[in-house]
T-cell receptor, first 113, second 116 residues
Framework: KAGVTQTPRYLIKTRGQQVTLSCSPI?????VSWYQQTPGQGLQFLFE???????NKGNFPGRFSGRQFSNSRSEMNVSTLELGDSALYLC????????????FGPGTRLTVT | AQKVTQAQTEISVVEKEDVTLDCVYE???????LFWYKQPPSGELVFLIR??????QNEISGRYSWNFQKSTSSFNFTITASQVVDSAVYFC?????????????FGAGTQVVVTP
């Protein structure tokens, strides 16, 4: 079974631009969560989607948004990029929304200059 | 407030030594889940184990073992006879609250360095 895939793997953007990251969950998984990982803040939860609905949201500004499609694929968008948005963005999928273990993708390394 | 504390920033051992990683969590919920993940240099988080709050049985999987103690709010992880391939950052995580199961709260991680 293929794992969680994320595209692109690396991205360089300029301050003020916007970016869209994509995540394809493991086949059959319906829940997708997004996390931001930085050296200073560690791993922080961004949001979770299940059946195209956002179920949980972390403490991030409104510039961070996401959505989930009917095939469970998910995208996250960051508008008006700031230098502090440079991070590894990790997507995780699980069978259903709940206490099931989450399986992570390789991440998208975003650099904002 | 930090919900999951991993006090050890880095642990260095020589191959074949045992290493124990500490994890202390904080929650008011009676039902919660605890996880351990491994992040090798490649960056991808690898799921290791999930425990629910009602199951305090220790678990062993090969060279890995976990000790869950609700009385001390700890969920410690031991690697027996460490190998170079065990070098990675290990994260402990908590999932709590009926409406927040999909939200994992991670500790800061412990870097394990195993030298030959």
């Amino acid at each position: 079974k293929a794992g969680v895939t994320q595209t692109p793997r690396y991205l360089i953007k300029t301050r003020g631009q916007q970016v869209t990251l994509s995540c394809s969950p493991i086949s059959g998984h319906r829940s997708v969560s997004w996390y931001q990982q930085t050296p200073g803040q560690g791993l922080q939860f961004l949001f979770e989607y299940f059946s195209e609905t956002q179920r949980n949201k972390g403490n991030f500004p409104g510039r961070f948004s996401g959505r989930q499609f009917s095939n469970s694929r998910s995208e996250m968008n960051v508008s008006t990029l700031e230098l502090g948005d440079s991070a590894l963005y990790l997507c995780a999928s699980s069978l259903v929304s709940g206490s099931y273990e989450q399986y992570f993708g390789p991440g998208t390394r975003l650099t904002v200059t | 407030a930090q919900k999951v504390t991993q006090a050890q920033t880095e642990i260095s051992v020589v191959e074949k030594e045992d290493v124990t990683l500490d994890c202390v969590y904080e929650t008011r919920d009676t039902t919660y889940y605890l996880f351990w993940y491994k992040q090798p240099p490649s960056g991808e988080l690898v799921f290791l184990i999930r425990r629910n709050s009602f199951d305090e049985q220790n678990e062993i999987s090969g060279r890995y073992s976990w000790n869950f103690q609700k009385s001390t709010s700890s969920f410690n992880f031991t690697i027996t006879a460490s190998q170079v391939v065990d070098s990675a950052v290990y994260f402990c995580a908590l999932s709590e609250g009926t409406d927040s199961w999909g939200k994992l709260q991670f500790g800061a991680g412990t870097q394990v360095v195993v030298t030959p």
